[in-house]
C-alpha cells in the first residue's frame, strides 16, 4: 500500500476526542480520500488510473470520505455487497479545498442560511453536498467526534473521476490484512495516518 501507515491505538490518542473534524492523509500537494466500490468500477480504476469507466454513473451523485475508518464503518471493512473494492484517492489540495468552498451543508444550517428557501436554493445550485456524521470505531461503535463527508455531481463529479485524480490505490490487502484486528480495537491494528485537515483559506475554513 502506497500509504503511510501506523498503530490505531497511537493516532487515536492524539485525534479530537468530539467535535466536527475533517481526519485525512495529506501532504503539501494532495489528500487521499476513500471510496469503496463492486469490482467492475473498482478494477477499472486500478487499471487505468481513473473512475469513469462505462460502469461508473456520472449522473448520480458520489461520496467520497476522507477518514478511513468511517469508510471502514461504511463498507463493512470492504465485505458489504458492492463495496469489496476499497481505493484510496489521492486528489490535490487544491482540488480539495474548491470542493469543500463549493459545499452545502445536507440540512438546513441558519447560522449559514437564513431561510430555508436560500439553502435549497444554494442545494440546487452546487455541485457538492456535505454531510457530518458520527464517526466510528474500527468496531463499528459510534464515537461522539464527527467525520466529513463530501457528495460530488455533475462536473465536479467528472473532474474527480476522471483529470483531478493524481493516483489510484488499491487497499484491498491493506484492508483484509487489518480485517480480522478491527473487531477487538486490537493493539496491533494499523491505520492509514491522518490528521486534522484544516484548509488554508479561512473562508472555506
Excluded at 81 to 86: L, P
Excluded at 144 to 155: I, K
Excluded at 188 to 204: C, F, G, N, R, W
Amino acid at each position: 500500500m502506497k500509504l503511510h501507515s501506523a498503530p490505531y491505538l497511537q493516532q487515536a490518542h492524539s485525534w479530537p476526542s468530539s467535535g466536527q473534524h475533517i481526519l485525512a492523509q495529506y501532504d503539501e500537494t494532495s489528500v487521499v480520500v476513500y471510496q469503496a466500490y463492486r469490482a467492475a468500477i473498482g478494477e477499472y480504476a486500478i487499471r487505468h488510473g481513473r473512475l469513469d469507466g462505462p460502469d461508473f454513473s456520472l449522473q448520480r451523485m458520489s461520496w467520497i470520505k476522507p477518514n478511513f475508518l468511517w469508510m471502514m464503518y461504511r463498507s463493512g471493512w470492504g465485505q458489504k455487497e458492492g463495496q469489496e473494492v476499497v481505493l484510496g484517492l489521492r486528489i490535490s489540495r487544491q482540488f480539495f479545498d474548491a470542493v469543500l468552498h463549493a459545499a452545502v451543508p445536507s440540512s438546513w444550517d441558519p447560522q449559514r442560511y437564513p431561510s430555508q428557501a436560500e439553502w435549497q436554493a444554494a442545494v440546487a445550485q452546487s455541485e457538492v453536498r456535505l454531510q457530518w456524521d458520527p464517526d466510528h470505531t474500527p468496531s463499528g461503535l459510534k464515537h461522539p467526534r464527527r467525520a466529513v463527508q463530501l457528495g460530488l455531481r455533475g462536473a465536479t463529479l467528472a473532474a474527480f473521476a476522471g483529470e483531478q485524480l493524481l493516483e489510484v490505490i488499491d487497499m484491498r490487502d491493506f484492508v483484509a490484512a487489518q480485517r480480522r484486528m478491527a473487531f477487538d480495537d486490537s493493539a496491533q491494528l494499523q491505520t492509514p495516518v491522518e490528521h486534522v485537515y484544516v484548509p488554508a483559506a479561512p473562508s472555506i475554513a
